[in-house]
């Protein structure tokens, strides 16, 4: 199966039932990683990307599934741009 469609017809159920990641492996993860850069990849639905960003962090997303990206713009509720590389796709915050 393709990345581009391996969760489509899912994202609806994944955004919804999908839970965040607890607070203790994120402060741990602050403290290993200084702040700056990073690339959250197969970002999915931006549950991730919008930890990361919250705490900070300048965030390069990568997910192929156009139905998943979609979720993220929701989630994000920011204005991204997103840029295709390869079968891939990129945001970059606007």
């Not at 994944?14 to 990683?33: F, M, N, T």
């Amino acid at each position: 199966m393709a990345n581009e469609t391996k969760f489509t017809g899912n994202a609806d159920h994944y955004s919804k039932y999908r839970s965040s990641y607890p607070d203790h492996l994120l402060d741990y993860l602050v403290e290993q990683i200084p702040a700056g850069s990073v690339v959250d990849i197969g970002a999915g639905t931006g549950i991730f990307t919008q930890c990361l960003l919250t705490r900070g962090y300048d965030v390069l997303a990568v997910e192929p599934n156009k139905e998943m990206r979609s979720k993220a713009q929701d989630l994000l509720n920011m204005e991204l741009t997103w840029h295709r590389r390869e079968n891939e796709y990129c945001f970059t915050q606007c």
